[in-house]
């Protein structure tokens, strides 16, 4: 079982920036595609951006393209979502998530319990 550490979250005003991370100590996230999604009050949970396993491909919902850039540092162990011009749509809980050899957002293993994001003035 995979614990996710996520952390980054909190108060931004629109336009601002923050950077999210996806950490799971004592676990090698190597080899395993990660993914952060978002589920905005009275909102379905919907895919944010993923990362196959091997870092070749990288996605990322209409909604965030230009303004989101997921990373990955296997030195840390750890996924980042990088995310600019916040808007107040984005404000949701977001929370990362694992599939071993995954290469997109589909059919996720393993999820982290959220870091909240507000965007608001």
């Known amino acids: 079982q995979v614990q996710f550490v996520e952390s980054g979250g909190g108060l931004v005003q629109p336009g601002g920036s923050l950077r999210l991370s996806c950490a799971a100590p004592?676990?090698?996230?190597?080899?395993?595609?990660i993914g952060w999604f978002r589920q905005a009050p009275g909102k379905e949970r919907e895919a944010v951006s993923c990362?196959?396993?091997?870092?070749?491909?990288?996605t990322y919902a209409d909604s965030v393209k230009g303004r989101f850039t997921i990373s990955r540092d296997k030195a840390k162990n750890t996924v980042y979502l990088e995310a600019n011009k916040l808007e107040a749509e984005d404000t949701a809980v977001y929370y990362c998530?694992?599939?071993?050899?995954?290469?997109?957002?589909?059919?996720?293993?393993?999820w982290g319990k959220g870091t909240l994001v507000t965007v608001s003035s």
């Open positions: 998530a694992a599939k071993r050899w995954g290469r997109s957002c589909d059919d996720m293993d393993y």
């Open positions: 004592g676990f090698s996230l190597d080899y395993y595609g």
């Open positions: 990362i196959s396993y091997d870092d070749a491909r990288t």
